[in-house]
């Protein structure tokens, strides 16, 4: 056909001199030839038809022959730029797909939730966003309390808060398995996620991590479940025996508060770079505040808990020996090839 000829003739100069040439698909050539094809006589309509389909699938033939050629070009290398006075052996090279692997943090997350998932814990995702509720009045921080200043957190101007800790979800895990400890059984839950805090940063402090905070609630909890807990984990994940010592400290939302040491597991109290006098602050924890447990709706005259709560990124550096806590996001590639599987 005449008409579907000039068509073509039409559709290939636009085709030249298209920059993007998938937009040759939405020209107003094929536009124009189909908005015809109502117009035509009933005996001519499927010849015009098919005759238009012809055409359009000629150039998506070209389009996926172009995308075949253009397959094959060299990778560009997204660490770039570079000093170009480094020899091509000392540039960074980007890892081929085949070769990827799990980030540090996720693979040593893996590994936490699976010791205390034997050892009875449930898990539940943290949130990256809440509200003031969750992040303070729950956790017993009345407003105006004076603890809230130490908490320099990040908020929208809607009043939403980037979480300072996994703690926000104490309430949450608390309320919705309220009627287990009714029935005699005991809450035992862990919460793994990010929070976000505004740190000035440095080889030991980033303003985004990850934390992870546990929660027991039950009859007769009490302090020594919470040591030997975190005494049975500690020594679990770092696969040794240690010695481990409380000393008081305050957190609104637990009472009594305590910060949980352990005795390092490099150097076994000798001191050493990770640890400088034989111990290592590893968390804080404490039992929890009956007014956090009021706030869940549970008789603090019947029941009680512990809570904790670490820095994940902490645990991972002293495992790995890592110097700096900013490599976890930085992007490096000469760190990340390090836990390649």
């Not at 660490?79 to 000392?90: G, H, Q, R, S």
């Not at 025996?241 to 305050?250: D, M, R």
Request: net charge negative; proline share 5%; aromatic share 10%.
């Amino acid at each position: 056909m005449e008409q579907i000829e000039n068509a073509r003739q039409n559709l290939l100069a636009e085709y030249e001199k298209l920059d993007d040439k998938t937009k040759i698909l939405r020209s107003v050539e094929f536009k124009k030839l189909y908005s015809q094809i109502p117009a035509l006589p009933p005996e001519q309509r499927g010849e015009f038809g098919q005759a238009v389909n012809g055409l359009k699938q000629e150039f998506e033939q070209k389009l996926a022959s172009l995308q075949d050629s253009t397959s094959t070009k060299p990778a560009i290398d997204v660490t770039a730029p570079f000093d170009v006075n480094v020899k091509l052996t000392d540039q960074p090279q980007v890892l081929p797909a085949s070769n990827g692997s799990i980030h540090p943090l996720m693979s040593e997350m893996d590994n936490l939730l699976s010791i205390f998932e034997r050892m009875g814990f449930e898990a539940e995702e943290s949130r990256a966003i809440d509200d003031d509720y969750h992040m303070f009045e729950a956790l017993n921080f009345p407003e105006g309390h004076p603890a809230r200043d130490d908490y320099d957190t990040f908020m929208t101007e809607e009043g939403l808060i980037a979480p300072a800790h996994t703690s926000t979800m104490q309430n949450r895990v608390l309320k919705a398995r309220k009627e287990r400890i009714e029935s005699g059984e005991t809450i035992q839950v862990v919460i793994p996620g990010r929070v976000f805090r505004n740190e000035d940063l440095d080889a030991r402090h980033e303003h985004t991590f990850y934390q992870l905070e546990g929660v027991v609630v039950g009859e007769g909890i009490n302090t020594g479940h919470l040591i030997a807990t975190l005494q049975t984990f500690l020594e679990t994940y770092y696969e040794k025996e240690l010695e481990v010592k409380t000393q008081p400290f305050y957190f609104p939302f637990t009472e009594p508060s305590f910060e949980f040491a352990m005795s390092c597991p490099f150097c076994d109290k000798a001191g050493c770079k990770v640890c400088g006098q034989g111990w290592v602050e590893i968390l804080g924890c404490g039992m929890i505040h009956p007014n956090v447990l009021k706030m869940a709706d549970i008789d603090p005259e019947k029941y009680t808990g512990f809570a904790w709560g670490g820095g994940i990124d902490r645990l991972v550096m002293m495992k790995h020996d890592i110097e700096d806590v900013r490599h976890f996001h930085s992007g490096k590639l000469d760190f990340l090839k390090q836990f390649g599987n």
